[in-house]
Nanobody, 115 residues
Framework: QVQLVESGGGLVQPGGSLRLSCAAS????????IGWYRQAPGKAREFVAH???????DYVDSVRGRFTISRDNVKNTVYLQMNSLKFEDTAVYYC?????????WGQGIQVTVSS
């Protein structure tokens, strides 16, 4: 059974940075893609970023240029470096991985951007 465990969330001021980590229970190279979604209060869950097996990455427009997704294949961990954080980045962030036909989710971690 695949497990994804997020860490690194918390409270940060606008303009600050956080790095989220998603540790998988096994090799992340088995996944077709792995990445991050987020859900703000009262809003639907939305795609944030992912990295595919070959290494290509993609981002939602609202975070492009501010967030960077990366992976460590030895540590079986995916990271989301979040810079220049804004109030609207406040959400619960979820790690997500796909290996068709299966999809896996972490438990979520809170990121709050507040002054």
């Amino acid at each position: 059974q695949v497990q994804l465990v997020e860490s690194g969330g918390g409270l940060v001021q606008p303009g600050g940075s956080l790095r989220l980590s998603c540790a998988a229970s096994g090799s992340i190279l088995i996944f077709d893609r792995i990445g991050w979604y987020r859900q703000a209060p009262g809003k639907a869950r939305e795609f944030v970023a992912h990295i595919i097996r070959g290494g290509n990455t993609d981002y939602v427009d609202s975070v492009r240029g501010r967030f960077t997704i990366s992976r460590d294949n030895v540590k079986n961990t995916v990271y989301l470096q979040m810079n220049s954080l804004k109030f609207e980045d406040t959400a619960v962030y979820y790690c997500n991985a796909n290996r068709l036909p299966n999809e896996y989710w972490g438990q979520g971690i809170q990121v709050t951007v507040s002054s």
